[in-house]
């Protein structure tokens, strides 16, 4: 059995902005932080930047802080503007930099392909929010605040703990929606600002009666990625394993200006859930065997996972074959339209649906020459199943194959063990 991180909720208790979600994971996560540094580094831009990660307490509760700093404009005082709580919009040098350069930066960078593709979709959410505040096209999008080189880090980063973390649980608290003014680049706007406004819609608020922007642009853009990429857990066998706390500078009254990270893993996790489409029609004039050859065409497609067919009296006594498709919802489109190249159905139905299966692994044999799958079971049990297919070909008797199977699965379970 393994243990893995399954769930990672974030208590926004003074706020979140993105050195607040670095310093939590950082925090939580102390041997991510580590290799993310060493990637940052291999950036030719990251000369430009003073990065630190230092311990801090409040009195109240400790935790880490995380601080970008652009080396160029750190004069005799912290001018630098990036959306952090440890910077305020007042007297702050703007930086203005295309939506369309810094997605070349990224796209051009020696990044991990896989951090890439989450720092261009958390930077195309907050380009889609401005664009509309400012009704322009997305392409067309200026970043001023974010466009320094330290909110530039903040969500290269990110997207790195996003990526080494893998596919999780995201869960929040509700985010506190502050309040008064902000000086900006465009001048003094209401908090939240309107593109921060935005990209918290639907997503619950609280009003602790706490004034001051308490969610940052970036902080907004990180929540709503997170939320629209998050999987679903199986809460009944989730203990808490890691835990962090992520600080601004600001200082809030009467409470900690901190970001929880609580981490959950399932000790014993033998089954998931996964969404799946199911395709179902029926075909009364098509014969059985161009049937059963179109169908076999669908089995090949990479994205479907089986293809049932059932034979069902339609209307006026007719004899009818139900097609039933489990198809990866990614290729839903595709596989539909297969459905009417290969078969005489004149419509489908489609529906979706999860789906909970067990953990699943495969193991190769060289002798006997066999593939075998093996299951782990909520009861810490494991079974195994040879692939059909290999036992026939090594097998000259009914009596062979049963003993070829049993052989290749019990070797199976002793080599996963």
């Not at 291999?42 to 003073?50: A, E, H, I, M, T």
């Not at 990036?82 to 990224?106: G, R, V």
């Not at 395709?279 to 004039?285: A, Q, R, S, Y």
């Not at 079971?377 to 097998?395: F, G, H, L, V």
Request: proline share 4%.
């Amino acid at each position: 059995m393994r243990t893995q991180i399954s769930r990672i909720h974030l208590d926004a208790i003074g706020g979140i902005a993105g050195d607040m979600f670095i310093s939590a994971l950082a925090d939580t996560f102390p041997e991510i932080y580590t290799s993310m540094i060493e990637e940052i580094k291999g950036l030719p831009q990251s000369s430009k930047v003073l990065i630190t990660l230092t311990p801090h307490s409040d009195g109240t509760l400790g935790g880490m802080q995380f601080n970008v700093r652009e080396i160029a404009y750190d004069h005799s005082h912290h001018h630098t503007h990036k959306h952090t709580h440890a910077h305020p919009h007042q007297n702050e040098t703007h930086h203005h930099t295309k939506y369309s350069d810094i997605c070349k930066f990224l796209e051009q960078s020696n990044l991990k392909t896989a951090v890439i593709e989450h720092a261009l979709n958390l930077f195309s959410i907050l380009a889609i929010a401005e664009a509309q505040v400012h009704g322009i096209k997305p392409e067309d999008v200026t970043f001023h605040e974010v466009g320094a080189w330290d909110s530039i880090i903040d969500f290269v980063a990110a997207a790195y703990f996003i990526n080494a973390i893998g596919p999780v649980q995201w869960t929040f608290s509700s985010l506190p929606i502050g309040g008064g003014t902000v000086k900006t680049a465009h001048g003094i706007l209401p908090i939240p600002t309107p593109a921060t406004a935005l990209l918290m819609k639907n997503i619950p608020v609280v009003d602790d009666g706490i004034q001051g922007e308490r969610v940052t642009p970036t902080g907004a853009t990180i929540v709503k990625y997170l939320l629209s990429i998050s999987n679903v857990a199986d809460c009944s066998i989730m203990s808490i394993s890691h835990s962090g706390n992520g600080f601004g500078s600001k200082k809030l009254p009467n409470i900690s200006n901190v970001l929880r990270c609580l981490a959950f893993s399932s000790e014993h996790v033998s089954s998931e859930y996964e969404h799946i489409c199911i395709i179902t029609f029926e075909v009364d004039d098509q014969t059985s065997e161009d049937l059963a050859i179109g169908l076999d065409v669908l089995r090949q497609h990479p994205d479907v996972i089986e293809v049932y067919q059932a034979p069902i009296f339609g209307k006026k006594g007719r004899m009818l074959a139900q097609i039933q498709i489990l198809v990866n919802p990614n290729s839903l489109e595709s596989v539909c339209e297969l459905c009417f190249v290969e078969t005489s159905t004149l419509g489908i139905r489609i529906s979706k649906l999860d789906r909970k299966i067990l953990n699943r692994s495969e193991i190769s044999l060289e002798d006997p020459k066999t593939r075998v799958k093996i299951a782990q079971r909520p009861n810490n049990q494991r079974t195994a199943k040879a692939e059909i297919a290999d036992i026939a070909a090594i097998s000259s008797s009914a009596s062979q194959r049963a003993i070829n199977k049993s052989t290749s699965e019990q070797l199976a379970l002793k080599k996963d063990e």
